[in-house]
């Protein structure tokens, strides 16, 4: 099956620091890869839906100069979260869509958390 | 706007029991995709169940089955003889019916499911 992977699945950082998340489809090629965010104890919020090749469409309230989406390549997209602040301290969940096909395969997260 | 609700925030029952889990959703689209994820305490998201809007049949997968209910906008799924393992949130989601494009998922709140023995 399609498999999603994330690196890395657990990082700590000071506040003010960037972090880059990765997200590689392994067996698969997307042409599109979407970021979720997950506080505890709540839903899934998609960020942003990120295109390989193009600049990534951003959801309302997200800000596009603090998470950095970059798709460089039909298996690979990170998320730069810029001066991290511990509010921005959350599960980062990515996934990815095979072409031509309306199902997305999850990543399996990343923890973040900002001291 | 898309929006699914999940209105059980938490249930809890003792292994062997039979638990349902409700969902709703609002769309304005006449045709679309709701799915299943079962979310472990590990966090990975474990895609369940993909069902479009054209299809009302009921399916069953072993000791899961879902109802679908076009008429009154649910979508719950039922876990028979429920067992500790299946201690988890269950999330649903609403897609679009896209073909050829990207089509986000709105996803409910969740239900966390707690199987005691």
């Known amino acids: 099956g399609a498999v999603v992977s994330q690196h890395p699945s657990r990082v700590i950082c000071k506040s003010g620091t960037s972090v880059k998340i990765e997200c590689r489809s392994l067996?698969?090629?997307?042409?599109?890869m979407f970021w979720y965010r997950q506080f505890p104890k709540q839903s899934l919020m998609l960020m942003a839906t990120s295109n390989e090749g193009s600049k990534a469409t951003y959801e309302q309230g997200v800000e596009k100069d603090k998470f950095l989406i970059n798709h460089a390549s039909l298996t690979l997209s990170t998320l730069t979260v810029t001066s991290a602040h511990p509010e921005d301290s959350s599960f980062y969940i990515c996934s990815a869509r095979l072409a031509g096909v309306n199902e997305q395969y999850f990543g399996p997260g990343t923890r973040l958390t900002v001291t | 706007a898309q929006k699914v609700t999940q209105a059980q925030t938490e249930i809890s029952v003792v292994e062997k029991e039979d638990v349902t889990l409700d969902c709703v959703y609002e769309?304005?689209?006449?045709?679309?995709?709701l799915f299943w994820y079962k979310q472990p305490p590990s966090g990975e998201l474990v895609f369940l169940i993909r069902?479009?809007?054209?299809?009302?049949q009921n399916e069953i997968s072993g000791r899961y089955s879902w109802n679908f209910q076009k008429s009154t906008s649910s979508f719950n799924f039922t876990i028979t003889a429920s067992q500790v393992v299946d201690s988890a949130v269950y999330f649903c989601a609403l897609s679009e019916f896209l073909t050829g494009t990207a089509s986000k998922l709105t996803f409910g709140t969740g239900t966390r499911l707690q199987v005691t023995l």
């Open positions: 067996d698969f090629q997307a042409t599109t």
């Open positions: 069902r479009n809007s054209f299809d009302e």
């Open positions: 769309t304005r689209d006449t045709t679309y995709y």
